[in-house]
């Protein structure tokens, strides 16, 4: 099967054809009107940005993706789900005023807010899946209760499934915190004990106190971890590693969870990638490295699988940018997000997630 993705440049030429005219006009042409049933309570998910973070997708983006919902019969809300990790979105609450923080509000981005998983992120239903890793999946409740959705990514780097685009964000954000957990399980750090200096950071940073310090080296307890990788993000050291080879478990159980996230919703879901921005890693991080290539522009289909394959290629056709976290692979046609992080292979989401009938790698690309 070849699936149609809509693509618009970010260069713009003459009047009416500004960034946000040209997200409503995808819309149109990729035929999200036909996803909306008149009175839907339509979820638009989305990535508010952790404190600190600057390139998640910006609210006058998302206010013309919920004025087009609206116009096509729906009453969209703005969603997202709690992080498995401590931070500024940990919680209902503060997830709602980091959101406020980066300027999502109902004036500005034409929709209200909810937290999908409730206000500790407890609130989810179990969808039955029956695929190779995972049987049964946790999606949060709000999600699972909407009639539609319209997915609206950041096409960035990630630190473990090489890419963060319309899977991950299906996958890893429509979870609760048990959920992600259920998908990072697979993938445990490693300590490097040459370089623990005993600092206490990951131990401090761990969310299910599984790390600790024994004789002045951090030591991971295997039952309690569950692999959210707080800990190599407070090391100052280098001391905590991705064991990579546990990485392709974790990328497939994330499309397990992402092929859940869409059940119950078959010709009710579209997707947005914005491939601007593109950083080197998650909008998870309470900063934002440099991008590593010009902006691209803005793709639109009705599958997520195409939609991360095409996104995936015009990234790799740009020339990378130098003296940014692109170490390698700069030239036209090279994987950029590998010339990052050699380990991580983004093209395992797609594979996978082709394979298990989410949607198809094959697509063709039309201009709008």
Not at 3 to 19: I, L, N, Q, R
Not at 32 to 54: C, P, Q, V, Y
Request: charged share 25%; glycine share 14%; proline share 5%.
């Amino acid at each position: 099967m070849v699936s149609d993705v809509y693509f618009a440049s970010m260069t713009a030429k003459k009047p009416g054809e500004e960034e946000v005219v040209r997200v409503r006009r995808l819309f149109s042409a990729a035929g999200f009107d036909d996803l909306i049933g008149e009175g839907d309570l339509t979820a638009i998910k989305l990535h508010f940005g952790e404190r600190g973070n600057e390139t998640y997708v910006k609210p006058g983006f998302v206010c013309q993706v919920a004025d087009a919902v609206k116009e096509s019969g729906g009453r969209p809300f703005l969603t997202d789900t709690a992080t498995l990790y401590r931070g500024g979105r940990e919680n209902a609450v503060e997830h709602l005023l980091t959101a406020m923080e980066h300027g999502f509000d109902l004036s500005s981005a034409g929709a209200p807010l909810i937290i999908a998983d409730g206000l500790l992120g407890e609130n989810f239903v179990e969808v039955e899946v029956g695929k190779s890793h995972l049987k049964r999946v946790k999606i949060a409740s709000d999600i699972a209760a909407a009639d539609s959705m319209i997915v609206v990514s950041h096409f960035k780097g990630h630190g473990m499934a090489g890419f963060g685009g319309a899977i991950k964000n299906l996958g890893m954000g429509c979870a609760p915190p048990i959920g992600k957990a259920d998908q990072h399980r697979a993938s445990q750090p490693l300590v490097v004990e040459e370089r623990c200096t005993g600092c206490g950071n990951c131990s401090s940073a761990c969310p299910e106190s599984a790390v600790r310090l024994e004789g002045g080296t951090a030591r991971i307890d295997p039952e309690r971890c569950v692999g959210c990788g707080a800990c190599l993000v407070a090391c100052p050291e280098g001391a905590m590693e991705l064991d990579w080879g546990t990485i392709p478990i974790f990328v497939e159980r994330m499309v397990d969870y992402a092929f859940g996230a869409v059940m119950g919703k078959d010709g009710r879901v579209g997707f947005f990638n914005f491939v601007i921005d593109v950083t080197p890693d998650c909008d998870c991080l309470p900063w934002s490295g440099a991008p590593i290539v010009p902006d691209v522009g803005v793709l639109a289909s009705k599958d997520p699988v195409a939609i991360d394959a095409a996104s995936l290629d015009l990234v790799n056709g740009q020339e990378g940018i130098r003296g940014t976290a692109l170490k390698s692979h700069h030239g036209r046609g090279e994987d950029k997000f590998r010339g990052v992080r050699p380990e991580a292979d983004g093209r395992l989401q797609i594979k996978y997630g082709e394979e298990i009938g989410l949607g198809s790698s094959r697509y063709r690309l039309i201009d709008v």
